[in-house]
């Protein structure tokens, strides 16, 4: 492949259904050429065939589809396919929307070029665009012109401007009143961020907290006495629209960090790529009348859209649902209407800034409303304040490499939240880290398979997608279920004497941690020093010994009928990692991690089958402290550690494993650490994730081996094992 052929190129996912109906995204590396877009399984050397091509020309267009979500994560889905065959398709997906915008801008420049050329030689490609009245307005969007799949085609009304390729999103519902439009007929000639601040539909109540807070001018007789008028806060953030957008769309432990009235949010149903059904529990600060009023959740669609001129709009509404039914201990109130507005300025010194609107107009419901007149103000006041919120975010870090994000949402059946299955809240405060732990028990759903040898061609067209459902839809998607489990390692079969326990508040015992906590080195890190969510482990940790002796326990992988002989049994390659504790009584914490085989000339065969001083150059840890005193904390840190370099590591390597004896007492630094942890470890809750260091671009982006979270260990519930001898000569 000529280098100076390619247009764009880089990993992207690869968003599919198989034939039963079920999505699978892997990891691909697309490369656009002139004619030409294709992805292969790895990056292309030579003449390297791709997996699948799509020949680009001025018939092709590309579709924004919007988000989508697989096992609870969303990715950016676009599909590009050619008018005169729509049914031929490439369909891509990328984890951050700045990513998913950059490969639509490159194809469509592509497709531009080609409709040029034709212009210039007299032949004239058909425009196809469909546009609803609201959509000739200055700032249309894009994402609301009606399904072409579904509209009928007229080949003979071609337009002269063929330039512009169209993409594809369904409208917002029609419940859900876009307030951002709304007074576009009355002030048509005015600037559109002066549109927002007219006195004839709005008034200035209050500046607080750097913001500026409106209130609705006109009644609102349509509505129960106990809904408010609408409100909004305004303000200006310093970051792009799409590092706002990402922040507000997600639903994860990330948004208490900006929003003070989160409390736990989780998707309901994905309507399309740009309409979904939200639960949302607000957690609302009462002063001191919060023991007599009840919390506040709110069911409600969620539509977005992004604009031609680069802007966002994020639309919320009240709606019934029959899988989010009223929840024990909960207030249901209604949103009438609310959202999110969010517009590019001019940067200034170099650093992007948005102009932030947050509208809302909300009925809290209950006894409280009727009777503390200030109640509803003062919760959507807190409502609001996720404006300075995020301003403040952003405001903490010079920064502004945009990382790509993985939002994570809990679906509501996983998350066993909905009353009409009779179960109970098993807890009515849900602590910040709990969202993303939620997940954790299905650890091996989230399919990023970069080595997949399935790469399926079959797709579902989008006007076909939502009406796939049939009412055997159950039972195929148990069969999908599983058939993917006979691919997936049996853990049932290990066994290990620390316990193993998904709870949160769980005690001596330990759980998979999700990889997204950690961040490593992104694909581009040799050029812009990024880091992102570490995603999917390599290996599965499928046990954990808890172990004391009075001398120091060597090549435990030696040990009669321990988890490394087991998967050997079973044809598996098992990884060996063995933290050991000096003192009067010594300790080790063992952690088995085991996968099907190594990829053949992966950075990871390399680290196994290498020499010592490769090793010790590459093992690299990442500690986290979630739980445990400040002190603590400060001092175990969250900075990548090279173990290698740090203290003295023994590898074993046997013929099915790799053992990795790490001895922390072997350094000052560490033991003094160790002293201060050890003390009080029964209170201390640690996740650690050990990963081999990815230098060259080659080499890039970093995954983590693996990844455990360890909670309240208890010294007495260790035991003693009984080692064999050891006939190892390494």
């Not at 750097?210 to 001018?217: K, N, P, T, V």
């Not at 290990?496 to 992104?522: M, Q, Y």
């Not at 581009?524 to 969510?533: E, G, I, L, R, W």
């Not at 969250?638 to 003295?648: F, I, Q, R, Y």
């Given at each position: 492949?000529?280098?100076?052929?390619?247009?764009?190129?880089?990993?992207?996912?690869?968003?599919?259904?198989?034939?039963i109906?079920?999505?699978?995204?892997?990891?691909?590396?697309?490369?656009?050429?002139?004619?030409?877009?294709?992805?292969?399984?790895?990056?292309?050397?030579?003449?390297?065939?791709?997996?699948?091509?799509?020949?680009?020309?001025?018939?092709?267009?590309?579709?924004?589809?919007?988000?989508?979500?697989?096992?609870?994560?969303?990715?950016?889905?676009?599909?590009?396919?050619?008018?005169?065959?729509?049914?031929?398709?490439?369909?891509?997906?990328?984890?951050?929307?700045?990513?998913?915008?950059?490969?639509?801008?490159?194809?469509?420049?592509?497709?531009?070029?080609?409709?040029e050329?034709?212009?210039?030689?007299?032949?004239?490609?058909?425009?196809?665009?469909?546009?609803?009245?609201a959509?000739?307005?200055?700032?249309?969007?894009?994402?609301?012109?009606?399904?072409?799949?579904?509209?009928q085609?007229?080949?003979?009304?071609?337009?002269?401007?063929?330039?512009r390729?169209?993409?594809?999103?369904?409208?917002?519902?029609?419940?859900?009143?876009?307030?951002?439009?709304?007074i576009?007929t009355?002030?048509?000639?005015?600037?559109?961020?002066?549109?927002?601040?007219?006195?004839?539909?709005?008034?200035?109540?209050q500046?607080?907290?750097?913001?500026?807070?409106?209130?609705?001018?006109?009644?609102?007789?349509?509505?129960?006495?106990?809904?408010?008028?609408?409100?909004?806060?305004?303000?200006?953030?310093?970051?792009?629209?799409?590092?706002?957008?990402?922040?507000v769309?997600?639903?994860?432990?990330?948004?208490?960090?900006?929003?003070?009235?989160?409390?736990y949010?989780?998707?309901?149903?994905?309507?399309?790529?740009?309409?979904?059904?939200?639960?949302?529990?607000?957690?609302?600060?009462?002063?001191w009348?919060q023991?007599f009023?009840?919390?506040?959740?709110?069911?409600?669609?969620?539509?977005?859209?992004?604009?031609?001129?680069?802007?966002?709009?994020?639309?919320?509404?009240?709606?019934q649902?029959?899988?989010?039914?009223?929840?024990?201990?909960f207030?249901?109130?209604?949103?009438?209407?609310?959202?999110?507005?969010?517009?590019?300025?001019?940067?200034?010194?170099?650093?992007?800034r948005?102009?932030?609107?947050?509208?809302?107009?909300?009925?809290?419901?209950?006894?409280?409303?009727?009777?503390?007149?200030?109640?509803?103000?003062?919760?959507?006041?807190?409502?609001?304040?996720?404006?300075a919120?995020?301003?403040?975010?952003?405001?903490?870090?010079?920064?502004?490499?945009?990382t790509?994000?993985?939002s994570?949402?809990?679906?509501?059946?996983?998350?066993?939240?909905?009353?009409?299955?009779?179960?109970?809240?098993?807890?009515?405060?849900?602590?910040?880290?709990?969202?993303?732990?939620?997940n954790?028990?299905?650890?091996?759903?989230?399919?990023?398979?970069?080595?997949?040898?399935?790469?399926?061609?079959?797709?579902i067209?989008e006007?076909?997608?939502?009406?796939?459902?049939?009412?055997?839809?159950?039972?195929?998607?148990?069969?999908?279920?599983e058939?993917?489990?006979?691919?997936?390692?049996?853990?049932?079969?290990?066994?290990?004497?620390?316990?193993?326990?998904?709870?949160?508040?769980?005690?001596?015992?330990?759980?998979?941690?999700?990889?997204?906590n950690?961040k490593?080195?992104?694909?581009?890190?040799?050029?812009?020093?990024?880091?992102?969510p570490a995603g999917?482990?390599?290996?599965?940790?499928?046990?954990?010994d808890?172990?004391k002796?009075?001398?120091?326990?060597?090549?435990?992988?030696?040990?009669?009928?321990?988890?490394?002989?087991?998967?050997s049994?079973?044809?598996?390659?098992?990884?060996?990692?063995?933290?050991?504790v000096?003192?009067?009584?010594?300790?080790?914490?063992?952690?088995?991690?085991?996968?099907?085989?190594?990829?053949?000339?992966?950075?990871?065969?390399?680290?196994?089958?290498?020499?010592?001083?490769?090793?010790?150059?590459?093992?690299?840890?990442?500690?986290?402290?979630?739980?445990?005193?400040?002190?603590?904390?400060?001092?175990?840190?969250?900075?990548?550690?090279?173990?290698?370099?740090?203290?003295?590591?023994?590898?074993?390597?046997?013929?099915?494993?790799?053992?990795?004896?790490v001895?922390?007492?072997s350094s000052?630094?560490?033991n003094?650490?160790?002293?201060?942890v050890?003390?009080?470890?029964?209170?201390?809750?640690?996740?650690?994730?050990?990963?081999?260091?990815?230098?060259?671009?080659?080499?890039?982006?970093?995954?983590?081996i693996?990844?455990?979270r360890?909670?309240?260990?208890?010294?007495?519930?260790?035991?003693?094992?009984?080692?064999?001898?050891?006939?190892?000569?390494?």
């Amino acid at each position: 492949m000529a280098p100076s052929k390619v247009v764009y190129e880089g990993w992207m996912v690869r968003y599919g259904r198989r034939k039963i109906g079920r999505s699978y995204i892997h990891m691909r590396y697309f490369v656009l050429e002139p004619r030409l877009l294709a992805y292969y399984k790895r990056k292309p050397q030579d003449n390297q065939v791709p997996i699948k091509t799509l020949v680009i020309d001025g018939n092709c267009r590309v579709e924004d589809r919007g988000m989508k979500t697989h096992h609870g994560h969303m990715v950016y889905v676009l599909c590009v396919y050619n008018k005169k065959d729509k049914y031929h398709r490439i369909t891509m997906a990328a984890f951050n929307i700045q990513e998913a915008l950059v490969w639509k801008e490159k194809i469509e420049q592509v497709i531009d070029q080609h409709q040029e050329s034709q212009v210039a030689n007299g032949n004239k490609y058909v425009s196809f665009e469909y546009k609803s009245g609201a959509d000739c307005a200055k700032n249309a969007s894009s994402s609301d012109h009606e399904s072409q799949f579904s509209a009928q085609e007229d080949e003979d009304d071609a337009q002269e401007n063929l330039l512009r390729r169209t993409t594809i999103g369904n409208g917002p519902p029609e419940a859900v009143l876009d307030w951002t439009r709304e007074i576009d007929t009355d002030l048509s000639y005015q600037n559109t961020n002066n549109q927002a601040f007219s006195r004839k539909h709005w008034r200035l109540l209050q500046c607080q907290n750097g913001l500026r807070i409106f209130e609705e001018l006109s009644d609102v007789d349509y509505l129960p006495r106990s809904c408010s008028r609408a409100m909004k806060a305004v303000g200006v953030v310093e970051a792009s629209c799409e590092e706002i957008f990402e922040l507000v769309m997600s639903m994860d432990g990330t948004r208490f960090e900006w929003d003070c009235t989160f409390q736990y949010g989780s998707l309901v149903e994905e309507v399309d790529g740009h309409t979904a059904v939200i639960y949302h529990r607000l957690l609302l600060d009462c002063n001191w009348f919060q023991m007599f009023i009840w919390p506040r959740d709110l069911c409600y669609v969620r539509y977005w859209r992004r604009n031609d001129d680069g802007s966002y709009v994020v639309l919320f509404r009240s709606r019934q649902h029959e899988n989010c039914g009223p929840q024990p201990g909960f207030v249901r109130a209604h949103l009438e209407s609310g959202g999110f507005n969010i517009s590019p300025l001019k940067p200034r010194n170099g650093r992007p800034r948005t102009q932030l609107q947050h509208l809302m107009q909300i009925d809290l419901k209950g006894w409280g409303v009727g009777y503390i007149s200030s109640f509803q103000q003062h919760c959507l006041l807190q409502m609001l304040n996720s404006v300075a919120g995020l301003r403040e975010y952003f405001a903490q870090t010079d920064e502004r490499v945009a990382t790509p994000r993985i939002s994570v949402m809990v679906n509501m059946t996983s998350a066993s939240v909905s009353s009409s299955k009779g179960q109970k809240l098993q807890e009515s405060s849900i602590l910040p880290g709990s969202l993303d732990q939620a997940n954790v028990p299905n650890r091996t759903s989230v399919v990023l398979d970069e080595y997949s040898d399935e790469d399926e061609d079959f797709q579902i067209p989008e006007a076909e997608e939502e009406d796939y459902s049939s009412p055997v839809e159950n039972e195929v998607n148990k069969t999908a279920v599983e058939e993917e489990l006979k691919d997936q390692i049996d853990l049932s079969c290990f066994t290990g004497n620390l316990r193993h326990d998904d709870h949160e508040n769980a005690r001596n015992c330990w759980r998979v941690s999700d990889g997204n906590n950690f961040k490593v080195r992104s694909k581009n890190y040799c050029y812009d020093k990024s880091k992102v969510p570490a995603g999917k482990h390599l290996m599965e940790l499928v046990a954990v010994d808890w172990f004391k002796d009075t001398k120091r326990m060597d090549h435990v992988a030696r040990r009669q009928g321990c988890a490394v002989q087991v998967a050997s049994e079973k044809g598996l390659f098992s990884l060996v990692v063995n933290l050991q504790v000096p003192g009067s009584t010594h300790y080790s914490m063992v952690f088995y991690f085991v996968a099907k085989e190594l990829v053949p000339g992966s950075l990871l065969e390399r680290f196994v089958d290498g020499d010592d001083d490769f090793r010790n150059s590459r093992l690299k840890l990442i500690p986290v402290v979630p739980k445990g005193s400040w002190i603590v904390r400060q001092s175990v840190g969250s900075t990548p550690c090279l173990l290698g370099k740090a203290v003295d590591c023994n590898y074993i390597r046997g013929p099915d494993y790799l053992e990795i004896d790490v001895d922390i007492g072997s350094s000052t630094v560490a033991n003094g650490v160790l002293g201060l942890v050890i003390g009080v470890i029964t209170t201390l809750v640690v996740e650690m994730a050990f990963l081999v260091q990815a230098n060259t671009e080659d080499e890039l982006p970093e995954r983590l081996i693996g990844a455990v979270r360890v909670s309240h260990i208890e010294l007495s519930s260790a035991i003693i094992p009984k080692l064999e001898a050891d006939l190892s000569n390494e």
